[in-house]
């Protein structure tokens, strides 16, 4: 089976950097999925990890350690577009994906 | 490309009522996925296909049938609904299997009074 375990909400200050933790236990490593969505609109593909390590793209960078179970999106130069759930989530063959219930991040002024 | 179309975006239906979830993409996707998402509950997925004409269950599909007769259509049929299946469906496709990301539709708002 899987599990993912994310915290439920975070907050930080526009301009800010803020880090979304995620850990998880599988029966088989496929890689990590991270997702972006706004309040009532459809998740987003943001990175996807498969090997250990820190891989940035812009203002966001997304970190894999397979021998912890654990990831992390870190996000930098805070902008209040950024205001949105991150869900991360773990292919688990067999067609399916497990997601995580997101972290609902709130960018104040 | 449109990419992953949802009709309706909001419905609202009588406890026992049918009705059709309408999903099609654009984007010659093979795998194509029914997901619902409940407050607090993340995305649960209801049923998946591998290609046309093959469909199969996921996590939570009571209450729930798919078919899919062409590549780019996958409807969600519910059947009597219930107060239960409130809830925001999410239809979604990828190219290949699980490693490959996902494309969602906008999403569809049902409640079931």
């Known amino acids: 089976g899987q599990n993912i375990d994310q915290p439920t909400e975070m907050t930080a200050t526009e301009g800010a950097i803020v880090q979304i933790n995620c850990t998880y236990q599988?029966?088989?490593?496929?890689?990590l999925f991270w997702y972006q969505q706004h309040a009532g609109e459809a998740p987003t593909f943001l990175s996807y990890?498969?090997?250990?390590g820190l891989e940035e793209k812009g203002r966001f960078s997304s970190f894999l350690s397979r021998s912890k179970g654990y990831s992390y999106l870190l996000l930098k130069e805070l902008q209040m577009k950024d205001s949105a759930s991150y869900l991360c989530?773990?292919?688990?063959?067999?067609?399916?994906?497990?997601f995580g219930i997101g972290t609902k991040l709130q960018v104040i002024p | 490309n449109a990419g992953v179309t949802q009709t309706p975006k909001f419905r609202i239906l009588k406890i026992g009522q049918s009705m059709t979830l309408q999903c099609a993409q654009d984007m010659n996707h093979n795998y194509m996925y029914w997901y619902r998402q409940d407050p607090g509950m993340g995305l649960k997925l209801i049923y998946y296909s591998v290609g046309a004409g093959i469909t199969d269950k996921g996590e939570v599909p009571n209450g729930y049938n798919v078919s899919r007769s062409t590549t780019e259509d996958f409807p969600l049929r519910l059947e009597l609904a219930a107060p239960s299946q409130t809830s925001v469906y999410f239809c979604?496709?990828?190219?290949?299997?699980?490693?490959?990301?996902?494309?969602f539709g906008p999403g569809t708002r049902l409640t079931v009074l």
């Open positions: 979604a496709s990828s190219w290949g299997r699980d490693t490959d990301t996902q494309y």
């Open positions: 990890n498969v090997l250990d």
């Open positions: 599988t029966s088989g490593f496929n890689g």
């Open positions: 989530a773990l292919p688990g063959g067999y067609q399916k994906v497990t």
